[in-house]
């Protein structure tokens, strides 16, 4: 059964508990529990965390804790019994743990460290704490480290401020609010400090200054290493003042032994002193530490004979310094000890050594010799600082090493009552002794002792130093040789005080012999007594004492015999007659000198002072000496407080008439004396005097009579110093008065009560008489009157004691009342009176309600005339808090609704005023105690105060006013954060007490001011005071933690609800008057209804519809409402105000409103446009806040300005985001949109004179000017976005409007900037932009994306893949889909995110100039990729059956039109697609469009030529024809006619006759163009190239021979023809289709798989450069085993360096591998090579379409018709449009020059190239290892005038595919060269072009224009720098492969050869002579050099690549071209 726990009620879990079990509750480490019930091992309870959650817990896993349960029963509530800070501990350290991992997160390391530290010192503490074995002291102390601790952690952290009182946080109902006020201020301060408060607060108004802290230092000898006097040696320290030039401490003595060590063994490690009691002074002081090293052995320490070894002497030895100034900065902030090392310096005289320490530290170094190496002794430091009490608490360790204590010579700054002390400090000065008839000098030694009077030797009265034991007789140090020794040694001789009277000092002389003997030898004594006769100590001075003869065999035994002569001069004065007859004679010619100083608390060397404690042995003389007590010094007095007190009150008593007022003086002295702080810890002493030993019993009388008399003459006398003096010691007059008083009384029973009481009365008229005297005409009055009022609160203490509080209050009344109450009295003046109303609030007396009844009154109208005057504002507020802090503590519930409506009706007003006055100078601290002032009198005032308050107004007007200047005072509060951000519970209280306070005075303004007297003023402020409430940062209680948001709601509920209630029912008393507030108070209250808290937006949003009833009522709309709600929501959205359910509930509550009324349909749209509007700003909002993509906040910015703009026409906010939008553009370097975006803001502006105001960043100017400004800056993000086209036009509207105006200058300066952008176009390079398609499906995209699609430009050099990698990275949550077909509607509708991307092809506006042959490159580049609207990608598929052998009769291309809803470029860099549109292309038609491609290309090539816009270098041209002829005698154009001459096609096919006619035509006319080429070509070939042109010839021969029987027209032309067909229009540049089955294969070490090595082994190095010279296709003439389709599932995907092309492919070539193909890593691995082998070309500008759509994958294996089997060149001039699919490394890294630059003509060839590709570097490849002339065949032709290569042209970029590796033939032993497969490649730097296309067609003449070669019209050159790359145009000939015949289109690519070529027989060549690179493979010859060998050719091996020798065909190209010249 469970049962009910009694005693069990509160645990902590030591275990974690997972709940496995039903009811289980889970609970983690640490949690604390409450426990309700328990059943066998079992608990049931709650989590403190989860109070709500009930569960069983296992008994065992709980430990138990004590608690106090109140409320038994089911609702109870439990606290543990424990120290509250113990409680916040545990709180705090588990409120930090969550933010401590988050600072790990936040990579804030040092803070991360720092707070561990500090939370594992906590959780120690805590442990201490706990443990309960602490003393008090110590409790105290661990709490004081606890809170310093949590402080500091908690200001780091940023969290609250804890207010504190005694280390336990406070709670702010129990005080009054300028408590907690100066609470969080002393723990701010004390966070700062990181030292708790003090504990003991200072006395308020400076009653008493601070002690002065005493200052030690703690000095250790760790070791004397430079010991090398290998004697006994004694270390003296002592500190030395150099400007006094004396020593101000006793001495420290070490004893070491000849090792150095400590000569008792138990002092090792324990050799250390503590010099103490130095105060602040001493320690400004020059201050040093001086150790004296006296050794003790023979008498010269280099001499062994110099007297016997037994006798020892102490002889000096050396000395070293240190100075104390050098050494504080180090030492004085450290914990620890810090070690100097001192040089023990010697001394070179010895008479000298009494100075030594000052020689050293003024560097006399002639004095002196400075130790030979620079150790010494090296000593430990420490500086520690406060009592001695307090240091033995710290330090313990220091004095459990059993340190000296050194004390200083003379008293501390404080003498401490109890401190005994009884030296005297003897220094032994000099002596002068005569010779005695010796010859040399003799070595004094000085001998003292201390005797009694009875003559025995006082035991241990000797101290050498601290740190020894005393001894009973002193030996001085010996000075060799010398008759006049300065010794300067101080002895401490610490005597009992009972022994001192009567004692002397004898001071014997010997001279030590050096001689055998070396006995000492008495000659001489001097003595000296301690006390004089008049009982005076020996005085603190020089005293030369005599010397007297006598020998070893005198006798001290009688000292009577000499103690009756005289010890010195004034002794010798004292007695003259002396009898000569005695037996010790003076030696007049000899003295000897001492020094005293005693520093003694029991005996004095004052005279005066000795004869006033003897006064009745001097009965004439007391009025002398009771005035010369003045003149004795204060630690005399001091000394003998008690005894001096008691004889002036035994004087008064023997005589008052005669001696009563020097008495009172002398009392009034000694008051004085104890306010000094040297004497203020015997104050104490005083008060113990008093109540204890005090006996004068009728001094009362004489005081007040004296005091009175005082008084009454301060109005006369000039002189008032004793006034003065008599006022400041007020309060022990009083004590000794009362004192006195009460012996009295208690004597005689109470007599004369009457007459004391009436002397009383009467001193206090005198008080006021003095207080109200003026001033102003005396100075000296003021310090009496000064120093009057700073005694007078000291006093009612002492009054209380003889009078009730009522009299006491009425006593001060009179007495404050009398001061004058203006307040220019004078500034001090009011500073003292203020400051003696402040300690008397501060008094014991004030804390009586009933004297505070009396008080109050005057009190609060001398604060009420400073307020009004606001003059000591700092001291008022302190008197105010007190006051306060009193009330609120006041226990009497009347009295105290009395005193504050007394406070109400004196303060209210005026404190208002005077916060008005601090707020509008901002001057904080003020500003603070003042408000806590006015919060505590609030907080006091309740309904009553409340009413009779608005009561007492007499007019309207004063409580208007008064109203302002609150609510003017609130909203301050709010608006200038008073208290600062982390005084949560201050900021709290603070808004409690303001929505208290509003909902008392709301009712007044509502019955006020609202019907006839509507005053908007009052009502506006209110509501402005509400809105700034329910806005206030520290009641957002969302933001806060769970467990603090509860103790809020807890304590305060939650108060913006109170006051959005509040604020709504004012609203709704309005009636009428609300039209006032529209608009005004919109922004306002939409800022309140967006707090995140459900009631308050209920409550508010409503207010809405009423706004809009209203304006409706009154206007027939709510434009207002409508414009402003729109203003105020942007901003305050972009504030970060508002969420998506405000946005539901707004809709909601508002059209619930709307519903019912007839403006229905306008409100309904009205809301809905609303919410539209917010739902963007919110997307728009989430895009700025995040760590968003610049593109997601453009494309976001987009849709909201269109918005603006479309929808609900808010032309500024339109204005406003395009600002925002440009601004977007700018930082992401997308200068081209930003000028479009501005250009919006231009077009709505006309040139007009017209002004405008200031607005955002434009200053106020008219239109014209703005509209300038804006082309200027227009034209200029133009001109950064190279788009120059576009400037152009603004350029010319800015020059009419400067021409108009005959603006001449500036119309220079447009027109020249207009010139160099023509110049730009031509000159400087700019790349092509790829365009992508991109879908965005699925329901979790932002709002203006979700399942649209778009298409997006570029950035320069992105290829498609790095495009999805940007997109997938910008929506990191999408996933990527991987086909190209329209998403049906689940993915259209899932909570997901799709993205689909493809590249696609821009379909240029402009065709015109695009068709002029002229027209430069440069500029057609332009057109062909800028005011773009339609795009489109083409898809092939094969129509019904395939065609085995051949298959372009069947494939057809799904071409699908995208047009976008604006043109790209434009504001944002993609726009969304408005139409698509969906066509097939036929397999005809596909074919027509290549062959009219190809011969656009060839007409405007030969055309260029033929004009001389190409100068000199004919290669481009000769690898143009030669692709074209080479793939037309293949097979190219065959297949073509294979497939759609044949009859059954004709027949098939009726409809396409028009169509195959207009192919032949094609075809006659590819004949024609060619003839003219080649004519061309004959004209410009260089001589070595010949060869090369024969073979052209040969070959053209050939390819007209084979269309002959097909098409008989084309036997009539003639190659030499010169002049072209008319171009046709709209005809598009094309390849020679060939066949799959000619792909060629590559030999493995031809220059060709060289370089695919070379890219191999360079990581994808495709560059510009080799994008620059086009593409390398590698092509087998044998039977491929390969469809078209396996072509197209060769193609590059978005994910690899994909190879589609640059421009769209024409019908038969189009990029279409499916996704798995695309170089996913679902790809075959049987594709993986191919794709990359083969480059697939396509037309025009098209990108190659979208290369997803999957085509089926066949393999056939057809064999050979052909039987080349050398690989060709077909290089062109690529079209200058960067592929999507390429990757950026593709576009802009160049293949490396290094391996290329290993011939001669290479070499020679680099100026060239450079000049033409412009300075893109690449990282190095490393070179391969090509035997010299390697390509010296193909070089020939550029060995010649190369360096006079026109400059360099902006090169465009042709983009490259990375090619993979070609797996070797099976014919070949080794798989590729260095034992990898060699990679074809076509990015390095060959400058090998794709497809019988080339670059390189530039002559080497300077040309006469820089553009020339701009003019080639399917090129453009478009990269951003000028390209150095040395890039050399390297030829190799390729023989065109037939599988291009039907896949030739616009070059651009190189695309993978399938890697499932099939490796056929090789066909036997003829014999060659080896190359020089064949050499090292002599075996392979056979093998490699010949691929289709006969016995192979019918083998079907797939997939395998055989790889030919380039040798066979540069052999026959060199045989071709000299039988073309043997035909010629």
Same mark, same amino acid.
């Given at each position: ?19 496995? =079990? ?62 509250? =800070? ?83 946080? &406070? ?161 004085? !902030? ?27 530290? %003024? ?199 000499? @103690? ?138 004489? @005081? ?93 203490? !002492? ?5 009730? &509080? ?109 916060? @008005? ?51 003017? &005072? ?57 809105? *700034? ?67 308050? %937006? ?227 390079? %700019? ?72 590249? =696609? ?170 003839? &003219? ?347 951003? !720098?000028? *390209? ?9 000939? *390729? ?90």
């Amino acid at each position: 059964m469970w049962s009910p726990t009694e005693e069990e009620k509160y645990g902590v879990v030591i275990c974690s508990f997972r709940g496995p =079990v039903p009811q289980g509750l889970v609970l983690e480490l640490g949690e604390t529990v409450q426990i309700l019930e328990k059943c066998e091992g079992w608990y049931r309870g709650v989590s403190i965390k989860k109070p709500n959650v009930k569960g069983i817990f296992p008994i065992n896993y709980i430990h138990l804790k004590k608690a106090v349960v109140s409320n038994r029963g089911q609702y109870e509530t439990v606290v543990p019994l424990e120290d509250s =800070v113990i409680t916040e501990v545990t709180a705090t350290l588990q409120e930090w743990a969550v933010l401590w991992k988050q600072l790990y997160v936040k990579h804030k390391i040092d803070l991360f460290y720092k707070l561990r530290h500090v939370m594992n010192e906590l959780i120690d503490l805590r442990r201490q704490l706990l443990s309960g074995h602490l003393t008090q002291d110590q409790v105290r102390e661990v709490k004081r480290h606890l809170t310093v601790r949590l402080d500091w952690g908690n200001e780091h952290l940023g969290l609250d401020l804890v207010p504190r009182k005694d280390f336990e946080v &406070v709670d702010s109902d129990q005080i009054s609010v300028s408590d907690l006020y100066k609470m969080h201020l002393s723990s701010r301060h004390s966070v700062q400090q990181s030292t708790s408060q003090v504990d003991t607060i200072r006395p308020r108004h400076g009653e008493a200054c601070r002690l002065p802290v005493p200052h030690h230092f703690f000095l250790s000898l760790k070791s004397f290493t430079y010991n090398t006097i290998g004697e006994d040696a004694d270390v003296f320290f002592f500190l030395y003042d150099v400007r006094e030039g004396k020593q101000i401490s006793e001495r420290f003595l070490v004893r070491l032994n000849k090792n150095g060590g400590p000569k008792n063994p138990e002092k090792i490690d324990r050799m250390c002193a503590l010099f103490t009691d130095l105060s602040s002074k001493d320690m400004k002081k020059d201050l040093y530490i001086v150790a004296h090293v006296i050794r003790i052995g023979r008498m010269l320490l280099n001499d062994s004979r110099k007297g016997p070894s037994h006798l020892h002497y102490r002889r000096p030895y050396g000395c070293a310094v240190l100075s104390i100034m050098d050494v504080i900065p180090s030492i004085s !902030e450290l914990k620890e000890e810090k070690d100097f090392v001192l040089k023990v310096y010697t001394c070179n005289n010895e008479n000298e050594w009494y100075q030594i320490h000052e020689n050293i530290i %003024r560097k006399s170094s002639t004095k002196y010799t400075a130790p030979s190496s620079n150790y010494g002794l090296i000593i430990s430091l420490q500086l520690l600082r406060g009592e001695m009490e307090h240091i033995r608490r710290e330090y313990p360790m220091i004095f459990n090493r059993g340190v000296a204590v050194t004390r200083k010579i003379g008293f501390p700054d404080v003498i401490m009552p109890g401190d005994i002390r009884n030296d005297l400090y003897l220094t032994l000065e000099k002596g002068d002794f005569e010779r005695g008839g010796k010859s040399v000098q003799k070595n004094i030694e000085v001998t003292m002792y201390v005797l009694y009077a009875d003559g025995e030797i006082l035991k241990d009265c000797i101290s050498l130093g601290s740190g020894e034991p005393s001894r009973s007789l002193y030996h001085s140090f010996v000075l060799y040789h010398n008759n006049s020794p300065r010794w300067g040694e101080v002895i401490k001789l610490p005597i009992p005080i009972d022994r001192f009277r009567g004692s002397h000092l004898r001071f014997e002389f010997r001279h030590c012999s050096t001689k055998d003997k070396g006995e000492k030898k008495l000659f001489g004594f001097a003595f000296t007594p301690l006390m004089r006769d008049d009982g005076t100590t020996l005085s603190d001075d020089i005293h030369e004492l005599y010397v007297y003869k006598c020998d070893e065999n005198s006798t001290f035994n009688n000292h009577a015999l000499y @103690l009756g002569l005289p010890c010195c001069k004034e002794d010798y004065n004292g007695c003259p007659n002396i009898p000569s007859s005695l037996i010790f004679q003076r030696s007049t010619k000899e003295s000897f000198a001492i020094s005293t100083q005693l520093s003694s608390t029991k005996l004095t060397q004052n005279v005066d002072l000795l004869a006033l404690l003897k006064w009745k042995a001097y009965p004439d003389r007391v009025m002398d000496i009771l005035g010369r007590l003045r003149h004795v010094s204060g630690e005399e007095i001091v000394k003998f407080l008690q005894d001096i007190l008691d004889t002036l009150f035994v004087i008064l008593d023997d005589n008052t008439e005669k001696y009563g007022l020097l008495v009172f003086q002398s009392l009034v002295f000694i008051i004085n004396l104890l306010r000094d702080s040297k004497y203020y810890h015997f104050r104490p002493v005083m008060d113990t005097y008093i109540q204890k030993h005090f006996a004068g019993a009728l001094a009362y009388k004489e @005081l007040i009579r004296c005091l009175k008399w005082y008084m009454d003459r301060s109005a006369e006398l000039v002189r008032q110093d004793h006034i003065q003096e008599a006022m400041r010691a007020l309060e022990y007059l009083f004590k000794f008065i009362v004192q006195s008083r009460i012996l009295y009384s208690r004597a005689t029973c109470g007599m004369e009560e009457e007459q004391f009481r009436a002397s009383i009365q009467e001193l206090f008229q005198s008080i006021r008489f003095v207080l109200s005297l003026d001033s102003r005409s005396s100075e000296t009055l003021i310090f009496t009157q000064a120093a009057l009022l700073n005694s007078f609160p000291a006093i009612f203490d !002492e009054l209380l004691q003889m009078f009730t &509080v009522q009299e006491v209050a009425e006593f001060v009344r009179g007495t404050l009342g009398s001061m004058p109450s203006t307040v220019h009295i004078g500034q001090s003046m009011d500073v003292v009176k203020l400051q003696s109303i402040a300690r008397t609030v501060d008094s014991r007396l004030f804390s009586f309600s009933e004297s505070r009844r009396i008080l109050l009154p005057v009190v609060l109208h001398h604060i009420h005339l400073h307020l009004r005057q606001q003059k000591e504002l700092l001291i008022c507020s302190g008197i105010l808090s007190s006051i306060f802090s009193i009330i609120k503590t006041s226990s009497v519930e009347t009295d105290v609704i009395e005193e504050v409506e007394m406070m109400v009706e004196s303060l209210l007003d005026v404190l208002l005023q005077t916060l @008005l006055t601090i707020m509008s100078k901002s001057q904080s601290q003020e500003a603070g105690e003042y408000v806590s002032c006015l919060l505590s009198l609030l907080r006091q005032m309740s309904d009553t105060h409340f009413q009779h308050l608005l009561e007492n107004f007499q007019s309207k007007d004063e409580l208007k006013e008064f109203l302002l200047k609150t609510f003017c &005072v609130f909203r301050n509060l709010m608006k200038m954060s008073v208290f600062p951000r982390d005084w949560m519970v201050m900021r709290l209280l603070t808004s409690n007490i303001i929505v208290t306070t509003v909902q008392f005075l709301s009712p007044a303004l509502h019955k006020n001011f609202t019907e006839t007297d509507f005053d908007f003023k009052v009502w506006n402020s209110y509501f402005s005071l509400s809105v *700034l409430f329910i806005n206030q940062p520290s009641l957002q209680l969302e933001s806060v933690t769970p467990a603090k948001r509860k103790k809020i709601l807890d304590k305060y509920g939650d108060m913006r609800v109170m006051m959005a209630y509040e604020l709504f029912s004012m609203w709704q008393n309005l009636g009428e008057h609300k039209i006032h507030f529209i608009p005004g108070m919109i922004g306002p209250f939409l800022g309140v209804t967006l707090v995140p808290q459900p009631e308050v %937006r209920n409550i508010m949003i409503p207010i809405f519809h009423d706004m809009m009833d209203w304006e409706q009522r009154k206007n027939g709309n709510f434009k207002q409402v409508e414009a402003e709600l729109i203003d105020k929501l942007d901003s305050l959205v972009s504030e970060g105000k508002g969420d998506e359910n405000y946005r539901e509930l707004f809709g909601l509550l508002l059209l619930e409103k709307i519903e019912q009324e007839t403006w229905r349909e306008t409100g309904v749209s009205f809301v809905t446009s609303v919410t539209r509007l917010m739902e963007r700003l919110l997307d728009y909002r989430d895009c700025m806040k995040g760590d968003e993509t610049e593109n997601k906040k453009i494309g976001c910015t987009v849709n909201l300005m269109n918005f603006y703009k479309s929808e609900i026409n808010k032309e500024e906010m339109y204005i406003r985001y395009i600002h925002k939008l440009c601004d977007m553009h700018l930082q992401a370097e997308n200068y081209t949109e930003a000028a479009f975006t501005l250009l919006l803001y231009c077009e709505l502006l006309q040139w007009e004179e017209r002004p405008l105001r200031e607005f955002l960043h434009y200053p106020s100017q008219t239109e014209w000017q703005r509209k300038e400004n804006l082309c200027r800056k227009i034209i200029h993000y133009f001109n950064k976005g190279k788009s120059w086209e576009f400037g152009i036009p603004l350029c010319r509207e800015l020059a009419i409007q400067y021409e108009s105006l005959y603006d001449y200058q500036s119309l220079s300066w447009i027109r020249k900037m207009e010139a160099t952008y023509y110049d730009n176009i031509m000159e400087q390079q %700019r790349l092509e932009p790829e365009f992508f398609r991109v879908g965005f499906y699925g329901r979790k995209f932002p709002f203006f994306l979700r399942n649209k699609e778009y298409v997006c430009r570029g950035h320069d050099y992105e290829r498609l893949e790095a495009f999805q990698q940007r997109m997938l990275s910008e929506f990191p949550q999408a996933i990527a889909m991987q086909h190209p077909n329209h998403p049906d509607d689940s993915i259209l509708q899932c909570d997901a995110q799709y993205l689909q991307i493809y590249a =696609v092809t821009p379909i240029p506006d402009n065709i015109d100039v695009l068709q002029m042959d002229r027209v430069p490159d440069r500029i057609k580049s332009f057109y062909r990729v800028n005011n773009i609207r339609k795009f489109r990608y083409d898809r092939p598929f094969h129509k019904g059956p395939k065609d085995k052998e051949n298959e372009f009769k069947s494939l057809w291309i799904e071409r699908t039109t995208l047009t976008l809803t604006h043109s790209l470029p434009g504001i944002s860099r993609w726009f969304e697609v408005e139409r698509r549109e969906l066509v097939e292309v036929s397999p005809l038609e596909n074919a027509i469009q290549v062959v009219e491609n190809k011969n656009q290309e060839l007409r405007t090539l030969i055309s260029q030529y033929q004009h001389k816009q190409m100068h000199g270098n004919i290669n481009l041209l000769s690898m143009c024809l030669n692709g074209v002829i080479d793939a037309a005698v293949n097979g190219g154009i065959a297949r073509y006619q294979e497939a759609f001459f044949d009859r059954d096609y004709i027949t098939t096919h009726p409809g396409d006759a028009e169509k195959i006619t207009q192919l032949k035509e094609l075809m006659h006319e590819q004949v024609h163009i060619l003839g &003219v080429g080649l004519a061309v070509h004959e004209k410009f070939v260089h001589p070595e190239m010949r060869p090369l042109h024969k073979k052209l010839i040969d070959q053209f021969q050939m390819m007209r021979s084979s269309l002959y029987h097909e098409l008989p027209a084309l036997d009539k032309l003639s190659p030499a023809c010169s002049g072209t067909s008319t171009p046709r229009s709209n005809m598009l540049v094309s390849h020679s289709p060939m066949s799959p089955e000619s792909i060629k294969l590559v030999h493995r070490h031809s220059p060709l798989n060289m370089l695919g090595t070379v890219r191999h082994s360079s990581s994808s190095l495709s560059s510009h450069t080799s994008s620059e010279t086009g593409n390398l296709v590698i092509l087998t003439d044998s039977s491929v085993g390969e469809t078209a389709e396996d072509m197209y599932h060769m193609q590059a995907s978005p994910s690899t360096s994909s190879l589609s092309s640059t421009h769209s492919a024409p019908s038969q070539m189009i990029n279409s591998a499916p996704p798995s193909a695309r170089g996913s890593p679902s790809l075959p691995d049987k594709y993986r090579h191919n794709r990359e082998l083969m480059m697939l070309l396509p037309m025009h500008r098209d990108r190659p379409s979208s290369a997803m759509y999957p085509a089926a994958i066949m393999e056939n294996g057809q064999h050979p018709n052909f039987q080349r089997a050398l690989l060709q060149q077909v290089i062109g001039p690529c079209k200058p449009c960067s592929d999507p699919n390429l990757s950026v490394a593709e576009k802009a890294v160049p293949a490396a020059p290094s391996s290329w630059s290993l011939d001669s003509g290479t070499r020679e060839a680099l100026p060239f190239l450079s000049t033409h590709v412009g300075s893109i570097l690449a990282p190095p490849v490393p070179p391969r290892s090509l035997p010299h002339g390697h390509y010296s065949l193909h070089f020939d032709a550029f060995h010649h005038h190369l360096n006079d290569a026109p400059p360099a042209l902006p090169a465009r970029t042709l983009r490259k595919s990375p090619l993979h590796p070609i797996p070797a033939s099976p014919t070949s032993p080794q798989s590729g060269l260095d034992g990898s497969n060699s990679t074809l490649s076509g990015s390095a730097s060959s400058g090998v072009s794709s497809l019988s296309e080339s670059n390189f067609g530039h002559s080497s003449e300077p040309p006469p224009r820089t553009d020339t070669m701009d003019s080639v019209p399917s090129q453009a050159w478009n990269t951003d !720098e000028d *390209l150095e790359t040395p890039y050399l145009p390297v030829r190799y000939s *390729l023989s065109e492969p037939d599988v291009l015949e039907t896949l030739k289109s616009q070059p651009c690519r190189s695309h993978s050869a399938p890697s499932g070529v099939i490796p056929q027989d090789a066909v036997n060549p003829p014999a060659l002579p080896p190359k020089p690179y064949h050499s090292r493979l002599p075996n392979m010859e056979n093998e490699e050099g010949m691929i289709l060998e006969e016995d192979e050719k019918h083998r079907a091996l797939h997939r395998k690549i055989s790889q030919p020798t380039s040798g066979v065909k540069e052999e026959q190209a060199r045989v071709a071209w000299e039988h073309g010249i043997s035909e010629q």
